[in-house]
């Protein structure tokens, strides 16, 4: 199983791709996108789009979370992390993938065991599941949220199934 994280944010879009196989978890890419905080938000909105495409593309995952929105007193900055958030769910779902969906305190527990867990933590416990990886914090919580797919992901797909009447 390949897996596509993303931590979508419309300055700053973070990435990674892990593969596993078992309980084995083995880094395969990671990146940011950075928008031009001058151009217009669509501009942006297409910025993020067109590489994650991309990345999409070089890389053929399986599987792609993104995760949730986490509610924001100021409503402008909420509005503009709902766009980039649609950005980064259309994009796999363009590529005919599933896009799951995690809040960052289950992200964060998956991680460290605690769901208000620092961004510095957060790192530590990419370089410990992910040896010999740096990344930024945006890169890095991209990584969390694809590791969170990988511990929860079968067991949302199954409660998915039996949810909706089918079996897969």
Known sequence: MRIFGIDPGLQRTGWGIIDVAGNRLTHISHGVIKTDSKADTAE???HIFENLTQMLTLWQPTHAAVEETFVNKNPASALKL???RGVAMMA???AGLRVAEYPATLVKKSLTGAG???KEQMQAMIRVLLPGVEASHDA???LAVAICHAHHGQTKEKLGGIMSGGVR
């Open 44 to 46: 942006r909105l297409h």
């Open 116 to 118: 208000h867990a620092e």
């Open 82 to 84: 709902g766009l980039a």
């Open 92 to 94: 796999p779902a363009k």
């Open 140 to 142: 890095a919580d991209a």
